[in-house]
């Protein structure tokens, strides 16, 4: 049984920067894929950001293209989203999602498509 847990969330103003870590344990970190979601108040959950398990590969939603990265160090088992230039919009509760998969360059963006789930972290952005 994985475990997945999110740190990093704060307060911050428009056009500043955090970074969120997802420490993973319990499982073979090597064996997942990874993403990042975001669901703001009285919306969906939606997708951020995901890793192929390989971590050669990337793919961002739109909204944030350009301003965070995802990236990982297996040595430490987690999973990072560095997010610079926040807006207001980004405001939200940040999770961390595993999905078990065979193939080192698979990403997904459906959150049917993960296995596992953080708890979450809140990022809010003022303006």
């Known amino acids: 049984q994985v475990q997945l847990a999110e740190s990093g969330g704060g307060l911050v103003q428009a056009g500043g920067s955090l970074r969120l870590s997802c420490a993973a344990s319990?499982?073979?970190?090597?064996?997942?894929?990874m993403g990042w979601f975001r669901q703001a108040p009285g919306k969906e959950r939606e997708f951020v950001a995901a890793?192929?398990?390989?971590?050669?590969?990337?793919y961002y939603a739109d909204s944030v293209k350009g301003r965070f990265t995802i990236s990982r160090d297996s040595a430490k088992i987690t999973v990072y989203l560095q997010m610079n230039s926040l807006k207001p919009e980004d405001t939200a509760v940040y999770y961390c999602?595993?999905?078990?998969?065979?193939?080192?360059?698979?990403?997904?963006?459906?959150?049917?498509?993960?296995?596992?789930w953080g708890q979450g972290t809140q990022v809010t952005v003022s303006s």
């Open positions: 319990g499982g073979t970190f090597s064996n997942y894929a």
């Open positions: 890793l192929a398990r390989s971590g050669g590969r990337t």
């Open positions: 999602a595993a999905d078990i998969t065979r193939s080192p360059f698979t990403i997904h963006t459906g959150l049917s498509e993960y296995d596992y």
